[in-house]
């Protein structure tokens, strides 16, 4: 849990830390933007190196990236590096929607990837129980359109507000967003579990994980 909160200190703090430092050296907003555009790819892409292996969810997060890092070179406007942060969200929740067309939803490699040690049963689950392949396919849904909704919501800001102000504030609704998608998907799982108990096995906790972590 430690070292899961410290990745996360990271992923806040590197492009953060980049960019008003940058800033409170006089560099420029489009300068300092660029920084911790770079700051936080560099940091998604020593995490896929480190593990050695580039799962599905891990390339769209670095692919999201990729295209924050093209709007830098669209012009010098510094507006459009904060819109970084909106085709990230994006991108990502085009590809849950889109994961829906396909054999299994994002949720699931999700699944799969925070877990490993249930990877298997996790699979073996969606193929063989109706209620799992409704429960990934609706969290998927569920962040796809929530993911879109947020990153609509921060266009208009972009061009209302200070670019400073809206560094910060862009970030504070990103990680907002997914706070608020992962409580809505931790509440759905639960009630759905009740309904199909089948589905306890995604429950945080439950006592298959702790036995597989010994």
Known sequence: ????LAGLACDIGLPLIAYYTLHGLGASDWTA????????????AWVALRSRRVTWFAAVMLGAFGVGLALAFVGR???LLLL?????????GVV???SLLGEHPLTLSAAQTWRPARAGRLGELYRTEPAARRAFRVS???WGTGLLGESALRVPLVYLLPVDVMTGLSTVLMFAAMAGLAVWNAVYITRAARHAPVL????????ADRKSTR
């Open 200 to 207: 306890s096995v995604l429950l945080p906790g439950n006592p």
């Open 1 to 4: 849990q430690r070292a899961a």
């Open 77 to 79: 406007d510094p507006r």
């Open 84 to 92: 970084k942060d909106s085709s990230t969200t994006a991108v990502i």
């Open 140 to 142: 998927a849904f569920g």
């Open 96 to 98: 849950f929607l889109v």
């Open 33 to 44: 933007l660029l920084a911790a555009t770079a700051a936080a790819g560099a940091r998604l």
